[in-house]
């Protein structure tokens, strides 16, 4: 008995030995000791073993940024045979040093370098081999993404290239990026994009690279990235990002809908309301958050400003099925614009700084994809009706909501989008520039509508209403307060514009005669704010020039107050100070047109394109914020029982 009790503890003792080989080897190394001398097979023998994470990440944590560079030989040495054995042929081994790689240099690039671009790179590396050694990785790297590659070490290569991408919050100190600038692999990231497969496996991964590297020192020097994407022509690849993007659109709305199911009917919304009195919104405990889709919403941004044909990848539509729970769900129609459109009116609730980036990014990639012919075309199209979902957030007189719009051209659904976010989201800490983009984009489309003279069947009292609501939020009558005078200024300039591109032009796009009489009336409704604005733009706080300007925008607004006003004060006086309707009000307007003066105004519809340098700041926090989310908490090792030796 006492035998076979010492032989089952001597089997246990050398499969403790096995089991921990790696860990020891390791140990060995960062000791300043050389396991490998005089060993032929080590190396072959040591990427077969299964990679301890744990302990290597802890090995490199345990050790000071001096103690590491002082074991400079050692860590070369490690990386030489690294990049040796990627190119072996037996896929476990590859497989081991990728995920060596990986969690090695995720625990480097942790450490707090004094000189980070020199120190990280020397270390890994050594300096002076540095460029060769970077052209051998790179080039084995896009061996091992080919469609041919197997799957895990394919994924293995794209989450080793996202180490090495997000090695500092800051990509524009990342000197290593310097050598994928040089060595490109836009192509490999194309090839996953291209095939089906790949995309769906691989797709997410590949796309954040590319978000990151086009804004690594963007504009500073040539990025073969922004190069690429800029002369694709590639209408599968176009194809392939959409549908990343849309699925995982898609997936998230799906959740958010979840807690906000679209209303039904009349007795839906008063249920919602009175429930809503009584039960904690699901959206406090729950709140909006953008994390990893982050990427995503960055490269949908750089698809669009860069490549001319982003068209084919907005329009790509795909079928969903989406009902309340209990209920059999109907197949509808879904594209990559209705889906962004649902996914922004959820943003707007995430009120965080990161939230906030996003949210302006959405008004610009909204307002880039409104300066485009081909995709006004779709957007007015009156043949593509695709549902979209829009979430209302909760106010004093309504719950928070998720509504079906009414079958429209995709124009009114961004309409929709900018006029929630005018009414609902109004607050004194409000950033300006989030409201002059989201005009900007209403701006576009009119714009667009009145060179085609296309009706399109929107409410557009709403967007009036919303207007003149904004009029009065910025300019109120205790003045501009603490906010910026010029911002406050260009703002109500835009706004000023749109109202005369409908009183000027409006007759050749509006939906009808009532939907001019409409804008009248709100224009009427709108008499004090009109004064405010007056009264702001000759105060002392505006500068002359600028005020000028502001009170040549209110001419025509101000004459239709001042020519109707006094005709319906008489009306009220005649009818012994009642209280005139809206009927009444409209009959009166439409009786004396006839007698109303209006000065031609010209070159309304017209605006500056955008230039991307304006938004410099915000792309450089927004690719921080993306680095910062994708970059792993924790590295797992993979299980490697699906491949080859």
Known sequence: MMAEAHAHEVRGEHKMVLREKFSQLYDQFFKGEDPSAGKE?????????????????????????EQL?????????????????????????????????????????????????????????????????????LRTIQTLL??????????????????????????????????????????????????????????????????????????????PYLTGL???????????????VVARLMAQNAVWIDRNPPSAGMLGRIGALFSSMFVASEETSSPITVGPLGALLLALYETVHLSANFVTMLTHTQVVSRSPEGTVAAATPASLLSE?????????????????????????????????????MYMHDPNVTIPVLLHRVALRHRPASTERLPPAPLACAVLSLIVE?????????????????????VQRLVAYQK???????????????????????????????????????????????LLNIFVTYGDAFLPDAGSYDALYYELLRARDAFDLVNEFAVSPAVEKALGQRLVSGLINLRAITSHF????????ADHNGATITPDEVLRIVRDNYDTLTLKLQENLDTYEPYTEVSEAPLLRQITRAVVLAHRPARIVVEQLSVLKP
């Open 340 to 376: 962004y459109i649902t996914y922004t009116s959820f943003l707007f609730q995430c009120t965080d700084p990161d939230g906030l980036l996003y949210t302006r990014l959405a008004f610009v990639t909204l307002m880039r994809v409104a300066e485009d012919v081909y995709a006004n």
């Open 146 to 223: 080919k469609p041919q590659a197997p799957a895990v070490l394919r994924g293995l290569a794209l989450n080793l290239l996202s180490v090495i991408v997000t090695a500092t919050d800051n990509i524009n100190e990342n000197t290593l990026l310097e050598y994928f600038m040089v060595h490109s692999i836009f192509d490999s990231l194309a090839q996953v994009l291209r095939g089906k497969d790949l995309r769906e496996a691989h797709g997410a991964e590949a796309l954040f690279l590319l978000a990151v590297l086009i804004n690594f020192r963007k504009h500073e020097g040539p990025n």
């Open 451 to 497: 060179r085609q003279q296309i009706r399109l069947p929107f409410l557009w009292q709403s967007l009036w209403a919303a207007l003149i609501g904004l009029l009065r939020f910025v300019v109120p009558k205790d003045g501009p307060g603490d906010r910026d005078v010029g911002a406050v200024v260009g703002l109500v300039q835009q706004v000023l514009t």
């Open 421 to 441: 976010y005018l009414v609902a989201h109004l607050k004194r800490s409000i950033q300006l520039q989030h409201l002059s983009l989201a005009i900007s984009v």
């Open 565 to 572: 006003a006094p005709k319906i004060d008489a009306w009220s």
């Open 41 to 65: 097979s080590f190396w072959q023998d040591l990427f077969l073993l299964k990679v301890n994470a744990d302990f290597l990440d802890k090995l490199i944590a345990g050790k000071g940024e």
């Open 69 to 137: 560079l002082a074991q400079k030989e050692t860590v070369n040495m490690l990386f030489v045979q690294y990049s040796r054995f990627l190119k072996d042929e037996n896929d476990i081994r590859v497989a081991n040093v990728l995920q060596t790689m990986i969690v090695l240099l995720s625990a480097i690039f942790k450490k707090k370098f004094t000189q980070f671009g020199f120190d990280a790179i020397n270390l890994i590396m050594g300096f002076d081999q540095a460029e060769p050694y970077m052209q051998e990785f």
């Open 230 to 244: 800029t002369e694709l022509n590639d209408d599968v690849v176009l194809h392939g990002v959409g549908s990343i």
